[in-house]
């Protein structure tokens, strides 16, 4: 099969452990860049993909954030996106997530569109300044929960942070009350990530793909290492898994490659794009 595309998660897949492009990484996609797309899938705000496309010259190829709760396109010569496909939570859910973190020891962040809210810049909110390069706005959340209440609008995620045992209780009330309208994903043992039912990687690359991008789903390779991971890789013409990914990820996927610390992507696109 000649593949046409290339997907890839960020943390964890693309990135080494500091959270940085390595130079290989840099020079395999640079090579192949002007034939092959390379889209960016990820949970983060596009800000905090932005400065990875810029390092390896992708500025112009589409980027699939929030887990596929926004795609956005860049036409040519354009500045500002076009936004493809956009699901956020549903407004009256916010509150209650952020009502069932009071009195606790837990971090919430608020995601909408390329805005990232916080209530202070604590401890894990200074982590995530430093993991992805993009600050927040502080903001009293009664006023913007109540803003989006009036307007009907909801975030497109909501991350809570803090510690295990706490994130495990709070991960257990959101299942029992939630699991229907919410994809419920641990992203580590101490962050939880809650986004749209309706929407996950696969999905949003399925629209890219074949509604903008006119490229079909079996003429993707896609990278990943988590379980937000396993239906992308499921969804394409192959699978890769960096083999510092989950167990079951592994189990799922057509391939392995090495670790995203030993260049695992870098390494398949050298094998699969000569």
């Not at 996950?200 to 993707?220: D, F, I, R």
Request: charge should be neutral.
């Amino acid at each position: 099969m000649s593949y046409k595309i290339i997907c890839t998660d960020i943390d964890g897949t693309l990135l080494d452990k500091n959270r940085e492009l390595s130079e290989q990484t840099i020079k395999e996609i640079n090579r192949i860049k002007n034939r092959v797309p390379i889209v960016l899938v990820s949970s983060r705000m596009p800000k905090a993909m932005r400065h990875i496309q810029k390092t390896l010259g992708i500025e112009h190829f589409p980027i699939i954030s929030y887990n596929g709760g926004l795609i956005l396109t860049y036409d040519d010569n354009q500045v500002s996106p076009k936004t493809l496909l956009t699901i956020p939570i549903s407004f009256d859910i916010p509150k209650s997530i952020y009502q069932r973190t009071q009195n606790t020891n837990i971090h919430v962040s608020l995601y909408l569109d390329d805005n990232w809210y916080v209530e202070n810049i604590d401890y894990w909110a200074s982590r995530e300044i430093n993991n992805t390069k993009v600050n927040p706005t502080v903001i009293n959340f009664n006023k913007i929960l109540s803003l989006w209440k009036r307007n009907k609008q909801g975030p497109h995620k909501i991350m809570c942070m803090g510690p295990e045992t706490e994130v495990d209780e709070l991960e257990q009330s959101v299942q029992k009350d939630f699991h229907e309208h919410l994809n419920i994903y641990r992203s580590k043992s101490t962050y939880l990530e809650l986004s749209s039912k309706l929407i996950s990687k696969a999905t949003a690359m399925e629209k890219l793909l074949n509604v903008h991008m006119g490229y079909k789903l079996n003429e993707a390779i896609a990278f990943g290492d988590n379980y937000n991971d396993i239906e992308m890789l499921k969804a394409v013409g192959l699978g890769i898994a960096v083999s510092n990914g989950n167990d079951y990820l592994k189990s799922i996927a057509d391939e392995i490659t090495l670790s995203n610390i030993e260049d695992g992507v870098a390494v398949s696109i050298k094998k699969y794009f000569i």
